[in-house]
């Protein structure tokens, strides 16, 4: 594609996003995976480290206000299923996001505007893109907007982690996950507990929260996370 025609392609999505890039440069950049990387043009993997953190804040924050009612260790398998590389690649499709990545050309012959992790890293890039470009109100729009229907979808709570770590374990035929305190900090009315998870298969993880519950949960859901980024295609 010429450099002209990969504009035009850029403003096609950016008004497909409901975005009006003040720097359309983001954009692209957001869209550039590694494999088109080049010294003039950088890949996304720097707008999709802040990404994850933007769409971390935004989807705690809206979860609180649309279940105020719910402990942290319902809260939090709620948020895991939102942030998780899946859904963000399903929303990444609806959008028809792959259709603009720009890819080397081995990557796109292998089907790569297809792949659920390189769907999902532009996803949170282009998050990224939206938030350097405008701020955080139109990031939050932005997610809220292709999120909203998954938040509020009707329906308990999923599975929380550390069951789904103990089901993913027996599966495969190993012990119970071990968890441990490692540490706590912090007075008493305001104690921070640090806990550790570990397998039989040597995959370890820690969680950190003002309960201990709250932290073998959050140990559990890194752990998953950790898995789940290691067995992606």
């Known amino acids: 594609m010429s450099r002209r025609g990969q504009k035009a392609s850029l403003e096609v999505f950016a008004n ?4 009006r890039f ?6 692209e950049k957001a869209l550039t995976h590694p494999s088109a990387a080049s010294p003039a043009q950088p890949d996304n993997q720097r707008l999709e480290f802040l990404g994850d953190r933007v769409l971390g804040l935004v989807i705690a924050e809206a979860l609180m206000a649309a279940y105020p009612d719910e402990a942290e260790g319902s809260l939090a398998p709620r948020f895991n299923q939102l942030v998780r590389r899946e859904t963000l690649a399903e929303i990444a499709s609806e959008i028809s996001l792959g259709e603009h990545l720009l890819l080397g050309r081995s990557e796109s012959a292998s089907g790569g505007r297809h792949k659920k992790a390189i769907l999902a890293d532009a996803m949170e890039a282009v998050i990224a893109a939206i938030h350097r470009d405008a701020g955080i109100d139109s990031a939050r729009a932005f997610i809220l907007e292709h999120w909203q229907g998954r938040i509020e ?9 550390k069951t789904r770590l103990q089901e993913w374990a027996q599966a495969r035929g190993m012990a119970p996950p071990v968890y441990e305190m490692t540490a706590r900090a912090g007075p008493d009315h305001a104690p921070l507990f640090t806990v550790s998870v570990s397998l039989d298969s040597g995959e370890t993880a820690t969680g950190q929260a003002t309960s201990k519950k709250a932290a073998e949960q959050l140990a559990a859901a890194q752990l998953l996370a950790s898995i789940s980024r290691g067995t992606k295609a």
Do not use: E, F, Y
């Open 153 to 161: 979808a009707p329906g308990t709570a999923p599975l929380d982690s």
């Open 16 to 19: 497909a996003l409901g975005h």
């Open 22 to 27: 003040n720097d359309i440069d983001l954009l």
